[in-house]
């Protein structure tokens, strides 16, 4: 029996599908992350390429677009354990090059940017709020590590009861094993998987989509 197998048999990897008002969340694709000499590598610099295309269809669509970075005080006041354990995302600071979201996707006027400490796009943020603001029902996740904040946030997501959605060529990690191994886990229990161009077809086809509410 193999691995997807004994999922199927436990009754997991079934589809949530996308629901009527879709948002766009873009996870730490900043220059740090861009950078295979600070925490890049693997293939997140294709995936921030791959994201251009996705979110540009998202603005023309009309789709509230939320952008995240990590972000840490110049003081180090606000570090707590996840920078015992990888040390050098105390350089994430408010102004620092390495937390800046990269040009290739630098964000518009009007688009929601969440900083936060710690691997969620979610927690300590008010990132919900704002998605229930906008009447959001379904997240498509784009962003970096796969592995780490992209997983945090997926799983936190789908725990607010936002049918959640991963554009898998859109998702990047400094190592192609936790990448790929991270994508089968969050396809069995968290979250739909998805090419981009597959979720922009769907975004095209499903006309009753209202994104009214991200046009106020």
């Known amino acids: 029996m193999s691995e997807l197998d004994i999922y199927q048999k436990q009754g997991f990897g079934n589809r949530s599908g996308m ?116 009447g959001v029902d379904t997240v498509i996740v784009t962003g970096c590590t796969t592995s780490g904040c992209v997983r945090a946030s997926v799983i936190d997501s789908m725990s607010y009861n936002f049918k959640t959605v991963v554009a898998t060529d859109c998702v990047g990690d400094r190592a192609l094993g936790p990448h790929e191994a991270n994508l089968f886990d969050m396809e069995q229990k968290y979250a739909d998987l998805m090419t981009s161009s597959e979720i922009i077809a769907v975004l095209h086809e499903t006309t009753s989509i209202d994104t009214s509410s991200s046009q106020r």
Do not use: C, H
């Open 19 to 134: 629901g009527q008002r879709p948002a766009l969340l873009i996870v730490d694709f900043v220059n740090g992350f861009a950078d295979p000499d600070q925490f890049g590598g693997g293939n997140i610099g294709e995936a921030i390429e791959n994201t251009r295309e996705l979110l540009a269809e998202a603005r023309a669509l009309g789709l509230p677009v939320a952008f995240t970075r990590v972000v840490y005080a110049e003081d180090g006041s606000d570090a707590g354990v996840f920078t015992l354990k990888a040390p050098t995302l105390k350089i994430l600071t408010e102004e620092s090059f390495s937390s800046q979201i990269v040009d290739q996707l630098k964000p518009w006027d009007g688009e929601y940017i969440v900083r936060k400490t710690q691997p969620s796009a979610f927690f300590g943020t008010n990132l919900t709020a704002w998605f229930v603001s906008k």
